[in-house]
């Protein structure tokens, strides 16, 4: 859990997750230097339970550089980053286990999400994601290419996740991330299990997310070029994952083919839909 002031909702979210039926659970909690209670919360239920390790930074590190912390804090053999702010059914992480025990192509497994509001009200929003199994390399691509991120909050194979670049410091690097892992192998649903995506965030059109992530307390552009051009280091990276994964030459070559002239197309469609009010 890579926390920053999440004092509103980190008692209900961490309850959620304490409340979970697998067995063998740990929760690490990276404190971003909050500046609220969030740090007083965390630490009381540290103390109140042995599954909970809190641990915090003395300064912002930015999100990115908290999510790629609380992931090295892990052991075991799947992880999963969590919101402070969202909540789970008793079943997700057990649930999803299994999903990935029974298919041991798959890299990830994720549950159905729903977003909520402040008061916990189910949100009518396209949250939907397909199952992977059966479909073939190109297809998982680019399910993950066009689909939203909320599998980058699922159950992951720590192995696979640490063959990958972790969460990077850009705009766009959950995109990459999902991309790197959709080339290990297949993302299973969870079909029993959900959880809810809290909506924190006030509406923002496409330069007002532009302007977040050029801000130092995001840390998603982190140098000089990326605060210019927040996005430029999506398609590089993008490229570069398909070009440094495990598949062959002509995968690579028939991938590229199609994400080349797809790149332009996904910022355009993506522009438009953040600017839509």
Known sequence: MPIYNEERYLERSLASLL??????????????????????????????????????????????????????MAEGKYFMWAAGHDEWSENLVSDSVAALESAE???????????????????????DYPDTRGMSLFARFFTVFWGNMHPVLGVIRLDSLRR???????????????????????FVRARKAWWHRRDVRAKE????????????EYGQSTGKLDRVFPLLRLPVSLISTVCRSKISLLQKAVLLLVLLPSLPVRYVVGKRKANRK
Do not use: C
Request: proline content about 2%.
């Open 105 to 127: 192509s798959a890299s990830l497994a994720f549950a159905t999400s729903y977003w909520i509001d402040d008061a916990g009200k189910r949100e009518d929003r396209d949250t």
């Open 205 to 216: 059109g496409h330069s007002e997310r532009l302007k977040r992530y050029k801000s130092r």
């Open 164 to 186: 990958t670049r972790s969460m990077q410091s850009f705009a766009g690097a959950d995109l990459v991330l999902l991309s790197d892992l959709i080339l290990m192998g297949d």
């Open 19 to 72: 409340a979970q039926d697998y067995p063998n659970i740990q929760i690490l909690i990276s404190d971003n230097a909050s500046t609220d209670r969030t740090g007083e919360i965390a630490l009381q239920v540290s103390r109140q339970d042995p599954r909970v390790r809190y641990s915090r930074s003395e300064s912002n590190i930015g999100s990115a550089a908290n999510f790629r912390r609380v992931a090295e």
